[in-house]
């Protein structure tokens, strides 16, 4: 009871408190424990998002962002995922952690679309298809892989913080980082071979991976056109590249009508094909990919 009447009150403040909490607690001892105590009251429990677009919305967080319960985690992407996704969709959601992207884009397609949602860490598979079932959100798979280049089995190094776990070789050098082996899968594979929707809308963040996502989905790029949520860790040039040969314009989510920049380093990507971001925006554009 006390946690929910917790998650209720933080719940109530507004995005931009929560956030300055989240800044301060970082340089602050003190606050960062008291942050970590109240999180460990929720992460076991079905709780109720706050707020958002997964407003109402039944979730466990497990070890994850506290900012997943309140609804405030990654307000830009959800932005982006209202604009972009449409009823009847299919959404595709790799590096998943524990979902809390995915019940929202299953909330956006609705019960006609589809979600397919991809997280190598078992228990982040495992909460990702609990919170899609407490809400009976049918319409969500989730697979326990990991999306690259080709087929097989690699390293994987599941970081003493969960959501950081990487394929890239800087990971296991992370201090309390346990390493696993995973299995590896191709969008253009899955969509072949196991007859998965072609994606309308693709979210990807897989800290440091990304590029090799993008070689696994050439030709669904080419077929299918999808729009691309990305995540870059250091990886926007190369991947806006990629993108870019593929046909698309790249900015970021935040400012969509403008191309990239070299100087972005992190950031969040959003690639779109150039004939549609022409129609939008009225005149199509090349990224800086260099």
């Not at 296991?172 to 299995?183: D, H, L, N, Q, Y």
């Not at 729009?227 to 969509?256: K, M, N, Q, R, V």
């Amino acid at each position: 009871m006390f946690s929910k009447m917790f998650v209720a009150i933080i719940g109530l403040l507004p995005q931009w408190l929560i956030k300055r909490i989240g800044f301060v607690q970082a340089k602050s001892p003190a606050l960062h424990n008291l942050v970590v105590a109240c999180r460990r009251l929720v992460q076991t429990q079905d709780l109720t998002i706050q707020q958002g677009l997964g407003a109402g919305l039944k979730f466990q967080p497990g070890e994850s962002n506290f900012g997943y319960v309140t609804g405030t985690s990654e307000p830009d992407t959800q932005n982006t995922m209202k604009a972009r996704i449409k009823p009847g969709d299919c959404f595709w959601d790799i590096g998943c952690n524990v979902g809390f992207l995915t019940v929202i884009g299953a909330r956006l397609v609705g019960d006609k679309g589809q979600v397919y949602s991809f997280d190598p860490v078992p228990r982040h598979a495992e909460l990702a298809r609990h919170n899609a079932e407490s809400n009976g959100l049918v319409q969500v798979k989730v697979f326990q892989k990991a999306l690259s280049s080709a087929n097989g089995t690699v390293k994987f190094a599941v970081a003493a913080i969960p959501a950081q776990s990487t394929l890239t070789a800087d990971g296991f050098s992370r201090e309390g980082a346990t390493v696993i082996e995973v299995e590896t899968v191709t969008v253009d594979g899955l969509i072949r071979d196991q007859g998965l929707r072609p994606p309308a809308v693709v979210k990807i963040d897989v800290e440091g991976a990304e590029i090799e996502v993008l070689r696994g989905m050439a030709k669904t790029m080419a077929d299918h056109h999808p729009i691309i949520i990305l995540d870059t860790h250091g990886t926007h040039i190369e991947c806006a590249a990629l993108l870019t040969e593929a046909g698309y314009f790249c900015s970021t989510t935040d400012h969509p009508e403008k191309q990239l920049e070299p100087s972005q380093y992190f950031c969040q990507l959003l690639a779109v094909p150039c004939a549609q971001h022409a129609a939008e925006y009225g005149a199509a554009g090349s990224v800086h990919a260099a």
